[in-house]
C-alpha cells in the first residue's frame, strides 16, 4: 500500500509541480540569445528565505498545485571532512540518525542508556586486548559485548522513526551521504508541516546513536559489497588513491575497513557536535506551504538549536600533477579502463565549459565517444564521462570510463578515446553540435526542477556549494555564453599527459579445484 502511496505522491507531483512557473524557463532554452533574469525574477518570487538566530538557514517555495511538501535537510559535511583514521565517521551517522531520540524508538532510555555506555566501555576494553595481542581477553570481551548487545536491543523499538513517517502518509524517507555532503529528505502531505518540524529537530537536538556496534556489522557489509567484492568499487578506490596524493578526495566516503572496526560511538559524537550545528545545516521545504507558518513553527522547533560557529572548509590543497599516474587492478570481471584530469571546483569560471565537455563527449547515443568507440569502432560496450568526480565543492577530476568488448583489448580502447579526446583540441566543435548540447544541457538542469523533491535537493545544493541558490537558474547564462573557442582552449590547458590518471582493471581467472 505504501509504494502504491509513493507513485501516485510522485506522478502528481510530476504532473503539477512548477508546470507554470517552468514554460517561461523552458522557452528560454529554444532561445539561445535571451537572458534567463526575467525567468528567474517570477520564479523567485515565490520563493522565501529566512536564518534563524542560529543560523539555520531555510528557503521556503510555495507550490500549491498538489496537497504535498518535501522536506531536504542538507548538512555541509561529508567524507572531505572527517579526521585521519576516521574514514567513514559521516556516513556511518547518517545511518544512526534514523535510529531515534530518548522518546522515539526505544521503551525505557534510562535503563537503555546504562547498557549503552557499557557497551562502550567494554568496547574500549577490546581494543586494548588487541593492542596488547591478549586474544584470550578479546574473545571474552566479544562474547560480553554480543551479550550486551542483545540486552540493549530489548529496550529498542525498531525503526520507530520510519514507522511513524509511514502512519502519517510520509514517503521517501531516506538520506545520502557524499564525499562533500550529507543530505536527508522525505516527503509528508501539506497538513503535516509541524510533525515534520518536530521529528527532524528532536533528531538532530537530541539523538541517540543506539545500536551503534550492530550497525557497525551492517556498514562492514556494505562496504565489503560496494567495494572489496566489487570490480567497480576497487576500482574507483584504487584510482582514487592514485589520482589524489593529499587532498581527502582521495578517500572513501564509506570509510577504509580498519577505520570502521575502529570507529566508537563517542567519535561519532565529536563529529555530530563539529559537524551538526546551526551554521552548517540548511533546509529547503517546498511544496503546499504558508511561508509565515514554516518561520513560525521553524522558530519553535529549529529555533532551540543553540548557536555554533561555521567550521573551517578543508585547507588542504592537492599538488600541482606533473606525470602522468597509472594504476592496474586485477579482478575476475569485465575489463574497466579509466582516465581522469584535474579540473577546478564548481564555481571556477570554467566549469560550466567542462560540463559541456562532458556532454558532447558523451551524452546520449549522439555524444563522440557512444557512436565512435560503441557504435563504429566497437572497442567498448560503453562509455562516458563526466565532471565532479568524487564531488565538485572542491578542485576534482574530470573523469572518463568504458567497458572493452570482449575481442578487444583496453589499449586499444585507450587509443580510440585518446582521439575524441585530441579532437576537441584541434578541431573547433561545430555550432549545430553545440548548440544541440547546450540545448541538452539546459534541459537536463531544468529536468531537476520537475518536482519538489528535485527542487528542493537543487535549492540547498546551489545555496550551500555556491553561496546563493539563484545561481541555479544563471547557471543557465552560462550555459548559453559558453563557445567553441572556450571547449578549444580549456581541452588544450586540461588533457596534458602530465595531468593524467589512467586506472586499468584487468581481467583475471579464478581457477576453482
Known sequence: MLKKIFYWTLIISLIWS????????????????????PYLEQFQSNVTEFTLDNNIKFIVMENKKAPIISFVTYVDVGGVNEPDGQTGVAHFLEHLAFKGTPEIGTTNYEEEKVILDKLDQVFDEIKE????????????LTTQLEELNQKASQFVKQN?????????????????????????FYNFPANKLELWMYLESERFLNPVFREFYMEKQVILEERKLRTDNS???????GFLDTAFTQHPYKR???????DIRNLTRQNIQDFFEAYYGGSNITIAIVGDVNPQEVKTMAEKYFGRFPSSTKPSSVSIIEPKQTQTREVTIQYPSQPIYMEGYHIPDLNHPDY???????????????????????EDKKVALTASGFTGFPGDKYPNLMLFYALSTPDRTLDELQTALHLEIEKLKTQPVNQEELERVKTQAKASLLRGLNSNAGMARLLTEYQVKTGDWRNLFTNLDKISAVMAEDIQRVAKETFTPENKTIGKLETIDINIQ
Open 18 to 37: 512548477f508546470n507554470t512557473d517552468l514554460v517561461f524557463a523552458k522557452t528560454a532554452i529554444n532561445n539561445q540569445s535571451q537572458s534567463i533574469q
Open 129 to 140: 586486548a588487541q593492542q596488547a595481542n591478549n586474544q584470550e581477553k578479546v574473545a571474552q
Open 160 to 184: 520507530e522513526f520510519g514507522e511513524i513517517v509511514e502512519i502519517e502518509g510520509g514517503v521517501g524517507l531516506n538520506a545520502a551521504t557524499s564525499a562533500d555532503a550529507t543530505v536527508y
Open 231 to 237: 570490480a567497480i568499487g576497487k576500482m574507483v578506490e
Open 252 to 258: 572513501p566516503v564509506i570509510g577504509y575497513e580498519t
Open 352 to 374: 560550466i565549459v567542462y560540463d559541456i565537455m562532458g556532454s558532447i563527449l558523451s551524452d546520449g547515443r549522439t555524444s563522440r565517444l557512444y557512436k565512435s568507440l560503441v
